[in-house]
């Protein structure tokens, strides 16, 4: 029973560990938080869409994505999912006339995200919803 415990307790340490370390977002990386907040949206995974918006505009931004989602007509609702892009999208900058200095749009087949630098960390600030 001791064995079992002292196994079980070294099991969560490296689980902890793995999530504190590998799973963690690098906020200054707009391309990693651009895939991230994607992931989140094609799996209509809202509230951890948010999360990466902009945190004054978060929670409007969800609750305007929800009216437009629940309006959806069911093939609309099931194209728009399927189009955004997979986790392993690339994405490129574009150049967007008269974008402020601290936005940059990326964009993927399927996808254009634009974010903003706030304090050194990127936040989605337009995306397709």
Known sequence: MKNFIIV???VLVAFGIYKF???RLDW???EEVTKR???ALKKNDLPNAGEYWVPAEAEAWKAKAKTQI?????GSF???FENLPAGDAVYAVTAIPK???NEKTLTTE????TLRQIDEKWYVCKAPL
């Not at 629940?70 to 069911?74: A, E, N, V």
């Open 8 to 10: 079980g307790v070294v």
């Open 21 to 23: 370390t590998f799973d």
């Open 28 to 30: 200054t990386n707009p």
């Open 37 to 39: 907040f994607v992931a």
């Open 70 to 74: 629940d309006s959806m007509q069911s």
């Open 78 to 80: 099931t194209r728009f």
């Open 99 to 101: 974008q402020a200095s």
């Open 110 to 113: 399927g996808a254009a995200v």
